[in-house]
């Protein structure tokens, strides 16, 4: 009978079913917890060589992975080896014990390792007891990636069975933990290449060459965006309602070195005065009625990117004072928190009211309004860019006939006096609905005025 079988023939072990299932168990249990803590099998392997050993009493455990590039075996884990004992344990595939398992799948158990010539030794612990040698493959998704090896005192009345079924359900939960952080790799790793693609399609987007509108008060504003784009100064971006302020403020962040970190948009006129603190700074749980959780506001978000604050002259008197110590000393503190937060923010305002007036008034901070001022940009109404109103026009009516599945292709001259001779109190944004409900209703491949 060759040593590689006995094992299956070997009497029951002395300890009581019962107790020993009891114990496997606990065991398992304990397995289970250590991957549920993390996704990193490498952080909890230690731990669990630990406990596996100690439940079936090892002089030591190893697991061991292949590497599918170079098709090297390496003990990735190890209790009850030394550091460099466990360094010597590389093997090839249909190497020793370990290689043949991972090279066939199948559990391969050596009752007496001292009359076996599979086993190796290659970790070399020198003259020891006679001992047993159990090894198990660990499968993920049908391949075999590596191994889990357990080495105890020889016991010839020992039934190494139970300890290959305990080996291979633990192998099997090893597995099923690799296979989900295989899972998630792939979905960050898809994540990843998915939001490197949105950022470039922003990136290009805004430039300032993609904004439509060539008349002489368009460039002063893309030579603006161009100047300061680079630089990590505040920038409040002036105009009416409608022309096109946050364009500019996209075009500014995804133009600086800022454009691979976060644009974090906050309406401050959409804010409600008790909600808009904890919207900017964040609150800690328990800060409020209704504050389960901590949370964290756009300040923190946009970290190492840009903010853009919209209708700023909207922020109430009592917030503006933490708006400005922020854009002075870079910190703040959450609602109902006392740990100061140090961020790394650009901050964009944008407003179409007048703040100076707002300042004379008293109802806009006179040292908000300079620290915000340092690079003002003035968006002009269409109604100052009149060449601008064709080419926004035929902009507007090619993006929704594509989007509508509408055959329009141009406007007739008659629509083109008319828009030509209105002044646009909605600036752009009234000229864009305005072409989009022409092409919803619009009967041909042209837009009359009837």
């Known amino acids: 009978m060759s040593p590689e079988s006995r094992p299956f023939e070997t009497a029951p072990a002395a300890a009581p079913a019962a107790d020993r299932h009891s114990r496997e168990l606990d065991l398992l249990g304990e397995i289970s917890r250590l991957l549920d803590h ?41 209790h009850g080896l030394s550091a460099q004992q466990a360094q010597r344990g590389r093997y090839r595939l249909g190497e020793g014990v370990t290689g043949k398992v991972v090279q066939d799948g199948q559990p391969i158990v050596i009752s007496r390792t001292s009359e076996s010539p599979l086993f190796l030794d290659k970790t070399r612990r020198g003259k020891r007891p006679d001992t047993s040698f159990i090894c198990v493959p660990i499968k993920v998704e049908r391949e075999v990636a590596g191994a889990l090896s357990a080495n105890r005192a020889y016991d010839p009345e020992a039934d190494l069975r139970q300890d290959v079924r305990l080996l291979t359900i633990v192998a099997s939960m090893i597995a099923q933990a690799a296979k989900l952080r295989r899972a998630v790799q792939e979905d960050q790793g898809r994540l990843t290449e998915e939001n490197a693609r949105l950022k470039a399609e922003l990136k290009e987007r805004f430039r300032p060459a993609n904004i439509v509108g060539n008349s ?56 409600p005065e008790s909600v808009i603190e904890s919207e900017l700074f964040g609150h800690e749980k328990g800060a409020f009625t209704g504050a389960v959780a901590e949370r964290k506001g756009r300040f923190e978000l946009a970290h190492g990117g ?51 007036t707002l300042v004379q008034q008293g109802k806009f901070r006179e040292d908000l309004y300079y620290r915000l001022h340092v690079f003002p940009i003035y968006v002009p109404p269409l109604r100052k860019r009149k ?47 305005c072409i989009e409900r022409a092409v919803l209703v619009a009967e041909g491949n042209v837009i009359h005025p009837y």
């Open 38 to 78: 993390t996704l990193d099998l490498r952080e909890v392997a230690d731990p669990m060589l630990e406990a596996l050993s100690a439940q079936l009493g090892l002089e030591y455990a190893t697991l061991t992975l292949l590497n599918r590039k170079t098709g090297d075996i390496l003990i990735e884990a190890a």
């Open 306 to 356: 840009s903010l853009l604050l919209d209708e700023i002259g909207d922020v109430p008197m009592s917030i503006q004072i933490k708006l400005l110590r922020v854009l002075q000393e870079r910190e703040f503190e959450r609602v109902g928190g006392t740990k100061t937060i140090k961020v790394d923010v650009r901050v964009i305002a944008a407003t179409n009211k007048d703040l100076p």
């Open 387 to 433: 060449a601008d109103v064709v080419l926004l026009a035929d902009f507007f009516l090619q993006k929704y006939a594509q989007e509508n599945g509408k055959d329009v292709r141009r406007l007739s001259s008659a629509v083109i006096d008319m828009l030509m001779s209105y002044h646009w109190p909605g600036n752009v944004r009234e000229l864009e609905n």
């Open 216 to 271: 002489h008060e368009m460039q002063i504003v893309y030579d603006q965006i161009a100047q300061v784009s680079k630089s990590a100064a505040s920038v409040l971006i002036e105009g009416e309602t409608g022309t096109g302020k946050e364009l500019v403020a996209h075009a500014i962040h995804y133009n600086s070195p800022r454009a691979d970190k976060p644009f974090i948009k906050a309406h401050c006129a959409a804010l």
